[in-house]
């Protein structure tokens, strides 16, 4: 087994030191002014990566970052292993006994809330390709695939906060439009096997397209049924006979390694994987409420803003700043999700105010699409242009969800008030 050479070691501590303690002060930051903490932890990227600290002070940059090739390589190890616990806890968000509860009418807004900007996404990537790829793109069907793919997705922790944070988390409202993100979340994630598969995107991988989409679909199956009994089981036999506590949160982690393995050795990215086990994890009353604060504390607040961070060292965002394709990307994202929000509201028999608000609750993005787009980026699926128009396309959907949900909740709220004043009107003058 190599090492990490005995000089590289402080290169690494001082590297990871400095980017999770400034990522951890901009997701405060961000924190207090009512945005995910994932918005700070990507900013902190972008200011000491290559679109800033690189300019400003490149000799400070090239001393903590670009001279350390292999401190670099083991951060990025640890990096790794952040996206595939983020996962995994994204994946225990995800409530199977609320998605049948609710099925039906969340279904709606769901479905329609993910076809409609995956059509979007998919058709103008399809026409628009030349602008999008001036210099041509080796897969054409792939790559737009991919962009219908990422813009369909809503960001369940996203729009879990910010229903928190206008307090609607408990309503009708609230509640279906969880349900209808677990429904989003889960779908996304299936395409977006589907596009690793189309496009091939794992070399090393010994199957066929269509042997990996095979493989991932009984793998989902066997993980939601037989999979699930069998992760219950092992909690039972851990609470009972392992450490206390520990021996649980140990167990799980080992369930999610072996569920990122198998999707990796298919051809499918590690991170499907430990997101499915994730699902089966999250559906156990064995596995305890305190190791799931333990799980969730360690993962949003350690390993997470490492991997975010990184994502600033990817790419200049300054030199690849274009505000086309930014303007295309947010269009797209924004009308796609907008309508199907819509539609699927009115279908779920919601007051056109709350349709509207609905929309713009789905058309919060976060996480998944930054992963989504780093991994497209990485197998030239998309340019960095693209990404960058990504991850602002996610700055602004954020912003712009919360507020807009408060007004359009509020107008509906006002228009159940006048309805209600006019029925007590006519009933006082009937009694007269």
């Given at each position: 087994m190599h090492r990490l050479p005995s000089e590289e070691v402080l290169p690494f501590l001082v590297m990871v030191a400095t980017l999770l303690?400034?990522?951890?002060?901009?997701?405060e930051l961000f924190r207090k002014l009512k945005m995910p903490q994932v918005m700070g932890e990507l900013v902190a990227g972008i200011l000491l990566g290559p679109s800033c600290l690189e300019h400003v002070a490149p000799d400070v940059y090239n001393s903590l970052f670009a001279t350390h090739e292999k401190a670099g390589i083991a951060y990025d190890g640890l990096g790794r292993i952040g996206i595939l616990l983020l996962l995994f806890v994204a994946g225990m968000e995800i409530n199977l006994k609320t998605i049948q509860k609710k099925a039906n009418a969340a279904a709606a807004i769901s479905l329609s809330g993910v076809a409609f900007p995956f059509l979007v996404?998919?058709?103008?990537?399809?026409?628009?390709?030349?602008?999008?790829?001036?210099?041509?793109?080796?897969?054409?069907?792939?790559?737009?695939?991919?962009m219908g793919t990422a813009l369909?997705?809503?960001?369940?922790?996203?729009?879990?906060?910010?229903?928190?944070?206008?307090?609607?988390?408990?309503?009708?409202?609230?509640?279906?439009?969880?349900?209808?993100?677990?429904?989003?979340?889960?779908?996304?994630?299936m395409l977006f096997s589907?596009?690793?598969?189309?496009?091939?995107?794992?070399?090393?991988?010994?199957?066929e397209g269509w042997q990996v989409m095979f493989m991932?679909?009984?793998?989902?199956?066997?993980?939601l049924t037989a999979g699930r009994r069998a992760i219950h089981w092992s909690f039972t036999f851990s609470n009972r006979y392992l450490s206390r506590g520990g021996g649980t949160l140990s167990v799980a982690i080992v369930f999610c390694i072996f569920g990122a393995v198998f999707t990796e050795w298919i051809g499918l990215h590690a991170i499907f994987g430990a997101f499915m086990v994730g699902i089966a994890v999250g559906?156990?009353?064995?596995?305890?409420?305190?190791?799931?604060?333990?799980?969730?504390?360690?993962?949003?607040?350690?390993?997470?803003?490492?991997?975010?961070?990184?994502?600033?060292?990817?790419?200049?965002?300054?030199?690849?700043?274009?505000?086309?394709?930014?303007?295309?990307?947010?269009?797209?994202a924004v009308l796609g999700k907008m309508i199907g929000g819509?539609?699927?509201?009115?279908?779920?028999?919601?007051?056109?105010?709350?349709?509207?608000?609905?929309?713009?609750?789905?058309?919060?993005?976060?996480?998944?699409?930054?992963?989504?787009?780093l991994i497209a980026l990485n197998a030239g699926l998309i340019t960095d242009q693209i990404f960058v128009a990504l991850v602002i396309m996610t700055f602004v959907t954020i912003m712009i969800a919360g507020p807009s949900i408060?007004?359009?909740?509020?107008?509906?709220?006002?228009?159940?008030?006048?309805?209600?004043?006019?029925?007590?009107?006519?009933?006082?003058?009937?009694?007269?």
């Amino acid at each position: 087994m190599h090492r990490l050479p005995s000089e590289e070691v402080l290169p690494f501590l001082v590297m990871v030191a400095t980017l999770l303690l400034t990522g951890r002060l901009m997701g405060e930051l961000f924190r207090k002014l009512k945005m995910p903490q994932v918005m700070g932890e990507l900013v902190a990227g972008i200011l000491l990566g290559p679109s800033c600290l690189e300019h400003v002070a490149p000799d400070v940059y090239n001393s903590l970052f670009a001279t350390h090739e292999k401190a670099g390589i083991a951060y990025d190890g640890l990096g790794r292993i952040g996206i595939l616990l983020l996962l995994f806890v994204a994946g225990m968000e995800i409530n199977l006994k609320t998605i049948q509860k609710k099925a039906n009418a969340a279904a709606a807004i769901s479905l329609s809330g993910v076809a409609f900007p995956f059509l979007v996404g998919f058709i103008a990537s399809w026409f628009l390709s030349g602008y999008l790829w001036p210099n041509g793109v080796e897969d054409k069907f792939a790559s737009s695939l991919f962009m219908g793919t990422a813009l369909s997705i809503t960001a369940l922790s996203v729009l879990a906060k910010i229903l928190i944070d206008i307090d609607k988390i408990k309503s009708k409202f609230g509640n279906l439009m969880m349900t209808a993100a677990m429904i989003d979340d889960f779908i996304g994630w299936m395409l977006f096997s589907l596009v690793v598969s189309v496009a091939n995107l794992e070399s090393e991988s010994s199957f066929e397209g269509w042997q990996v989409m095979f493989m991932v679909l009984g793998f989902a199956t066997f993980i939601l049924t037989a999979g699930r009994r069998a992760i219950h089981w092992s909690f039972t036999f851990s609470n009972r006979y392992l450490s206390r506590g520990g021996g649980t949160l140990s167990v799980a982690i080992v369930f999610c390694i072996f569920g990122a393995v198998f999707t990796e050795w298919i051809g499918l990215h590690a991170i499907f994987g430990a997101f499915m086990v994730g699902i089966a994890v999250g559906d156990s009353e064995h596995f305890s409420h305190r190791n799931r604060e333990m799980l969730h504390d360690i993962v949003t607040y350690i390993f997470a803003p490492l991997f975010f961070i990184s994502i600033g060292f990817r790419v200049d965002f300054i030199e690849n700043f274009d505000g086309g394709v930014i303007a295309f990307v947010l269009l797209i994202a924004v009308l796609g999700k907008m309508i199907g929000g819509f539609i699927g509201g009115r279908l779920g028999k919601f007051s056109t105010n709350e349709s509207i608000a609905i929309g713009f609750g789905m058309n919060a993005r976060g996480s998944q699409e930054i992963v989504l787009g780093l991994i497209a980026l990485n197998a030239g699926l998309i340019t960095d242009q693209i990404f960058v128009a990504l991850v602002i396309m996610t700055f602004v959907t954020i912003m712009i969800a919360g507020p807009s949900i408060r007004y359009f909740l509020s107008r509906h709220q006002d228009d159940e008030d006048e309805e209600d004043e006019q029925e007590r009107i006519q009933s006082a003058g009937k009694a007269d």
